[in-house]
């Protein structure tokens, strides 16, 4: 059933006023959802909740906004929303979002819009299309994720919701990486994931659980998963301050739309800094189905860089498959930053229509997109692995 016409005319003429109330509206759903419903925090990573100095949003709140301003865009074309649809669908699933969730964050929003547009704006006639759009996508959202979770349960070796693995082994890569093995307690099988795919891993906090993802850097075939995580912030320092071997955490089943599976194209992988943990499980699967694959890689030095010696190997075992590596400073500290360039990149990538995938944090993105961009690779082959919520730029919110 599709919306009614009267409600897409009003969503549509809100998308103005949405976008120029972005970051309030993710400030107050978010003020007010924890408020009412403090519960809710267990599920959400809360480092993605600070605002900066300059008082701009949490990319959580932000992306929450970005997903109302898109819908209101694209309410009557939903082919635009496939990709926003998946993406959230597979973090719901990754953290347990259940269907009884839904109403409660439906009556949250529009308070919060109430609120940050005031009666005259959000009246009732407004209130009525936007709740009609709300529980709409809504549904779509439940019958999504109600799928995913019953094949993944269905699965061999999967699991609905939490599922405690033990911690096999901790490996140090780096001065400041480890990587992390779990398995079942009791030698059972684990599903297979897709490479480039993620689990959830949640902590005892006071008063709230701790959450985050971690892409599995393993073999999607392994008898166990591998994380592999640089020492930053609460979870990871957990991870490698106070874990040990043979603990048992809590693991949300393998999710994520950052897969190269089925790609029918040679795939150029670009990633940076902690970037290179799904990059590593789908380089490994490219060799594995001697498919052409490119891996360009980041990292500060030499002395930083996790999983080397295992890419050699992979490189050295498979003829389709290249490496490219850059250090920000060289052995004797200093900056060779300028290596990475949109010129090196043109050079190394002859094929401009092949799939790209890239990974690492948000400033090394941005600067790889438009590199990519201006060296005539077109947006629509670009895939983008987000370590955090996803952040719409300026051009794609308008």
């Not at 980041?298 to 050699?312: D, F, G, I, Q």
Request: hydrophobic share 35%.
């Amino acid at each position: 059933m599709a919306l009614s016409e009267g409600s897409v005319s009003i969503l549509k003429a809100c998308h103005p006023v949405l976008l120029e109330n972005r970051e309030a509206i993710g400030k107050t759903f978010y003020r007010n959802l924890f408020r009412d419903h403090p519960e809710t925090k267990n599920m959400f990573n809360l480092s993605h909740f600070i605002t900066d100095e300059d008082g701009k949003p949490g990319p959580q709140m932000l992306s929450l906004s970005d997903s109302v301003i898109c819908f209101a865009k694209y309410c009557d074309q939903l082919e635009h929303l496939g990709q926003l649809v998946e993406r959230v669908a597979n973090k719901h699933v990754s953290v347990g979002v259940r269907s009884e969730h839904y109403p409660v964050v439906g009556g949250v929003l529009l308070q919060a819009l109430e609120d940050v547009l005031g009666k005259e704006v959000f009246n009732e006639d407004v209130k009525a299309a936007v709740a009609e759009g709300y529980f709409f996508l809504a549904n779509i959202f439940i019958a999504t994720e109600e799928g995913m979770m019953k094949e993944k349960e269905q699965s061999e070796g999967g699991w609905r919701g939490w599922r405690k693995l033990v911690l096999k082994k901790k490996v140090v890569e780096t001065p400041c990486h480890s990587s992390f093995y779990f398995a079942p307690e009791d030698g059972s099988n684990l599903m297979t994931f897709s490479p480039g795919q993620y689990i959830s891993i949640r902590i005892p906090g006071s008063p709230y659980f701790l959450l985050r993802n971690y892409s599995l850097s393993s073999s999607s075939t392994s008898c166990m998963y591998r994380i592999t995580v640089k020492k930053d912030g609460k979870v990871s320092s957990y991870l490698h301050d106070e874990a040990k071997e043979g603990d048992l955490l809590e693991i949300g089943v393998p999710c994520g739309e950052f897969v190269a599976d089925n790609a029918k194209y040679p795939i150029i992988l670009i990633g940076a800094g902690t970037g290179i943990s799904p990059l590593v499980s789908m380089i490994r699967d490219a060799a594995e189905r001697s498919f052409k694959a490119t891996l360009i890689y980041r990292a500060h030095s030499k002395e930083s860089h996790p999983l080397k010696e295992e890419v050699e190997d992979i490189v050295r075992d498979a003829e389709d498959i290249s490496v490219h590596l850059f250090y920000t400073v060289d052995a004797g500290g200093e900056d060779i930053s300028h290596d990475y360039s949109a010129n090196t990149l043109d050079k190394i990538i002859r094929d401009k229509k092949s799939l790209f995938y890239i990974c690492g944090p948000q400033g090394f993105t941005s600067d790889t997109v438009g590199y990519l961009k201006s060296i005539g690779v077109k947006k629509e082959r670009i895939r983008l692995g987000n370590f955090g919520p996803l952040v719409a730029d300026s051009e794609t919110s308008k």
